[in-house]
């Protein structure tokens, strides 16, 4: 896929600005996603025209608001090929779903000593819920080593998982070192393990 940058950052208002006399290089989409304009405006026209519970009211307005909500829920489930729209879950940002996520699973999935494993490349919100559950419900953090290139090291990570690893949660493409991990490679990896 042959993507247009400058015509993709021309969307984003922010990106104009300049700090420091340079232009703004914005990494950190895993805490805060900067928004195009479409969006601003989209907001904008909402809190404006329509803005009311989702959800929670039986007046006209809930119930436009409510309906949309379900109408986007139907078009990423089918987007994503999910089995259904009730498998689709709204959250504010990557930290309040790694929350969610890890409380979840590693209650259902998990007993004490066994393990967890992450890269030593993640983003804090991809180590500090890890780092939590593990010591709440006696679990083994582990963390895959990264090469001198910032490659993650796969024959430490070989090492890392075994028969115990309950839980694989590590980042496809870092938004610290801009590497992108051989997902497939790694899965395959993990699905050789008996669980």
């Known amino acids: 896929m ?3 940058i400058k015509k ?3 969307d984003f208002p922010i990106l104009k600005q300049r700090i420091n006399n340079k232009k703004i290089i914005y990494l950190d989409n895993a805490t805060t996603v900067q928004k195009p304009k479409l969006v601003i405006e989209s907001v904008n026209k909402f809190i404006k025209t329509k803005y009311s519970s989702i959800n929670r009211g039986i007046y006209t307005l809930s119930n436009i608001n409510t309906n949309s909500i379900e109408e986007i829920r139907i078009k990423i489930s089918k987007f994503i090929h ?3 729209p ?3 879950i709204f959250i504010k940002n990557t930290t309040e779903g790694i929350n969610l996520l890890s409380n979840i ?3 259902k999935f998990t007993k004490p000593k066994d393990n967890i494993i992450i890269s030593l490349m993640e983003h804090h919100s991809n180590i500090v819920p890890w780092y939590y559950i593990s010591k709440k419900l006696n679990l083994e953090l582990r963390i895959i080593k990264i090469k001198k290139n910032g490659k993650l090291d ?3 990570f070989k090492k890392l998982i075994d028969n115990n690893t309950k839980i694989l949660s ?3 493409v870092s938004n610290i070192l801009g590497i992108i991990n051989p997902i497939k490679k790694i899965i395959k990896i ?3 393990k008996k669980y």
């Open 190 to 192: 993990a699905k050789k």
């Open 170 to 172: 590590i980042t496809h």
């Open 86 to 88: 009730e498998e689709i």
């Open 2 to 4: 042959n993507l247009n």
């Open 8 to 10: 993709i950052k021309k």
């Open 82 to 84: 999910s089995n259904s």
């Open 105 to 107: 699973i590693t209650k």
């Open 154 to 156: 796969i024959k430490h």
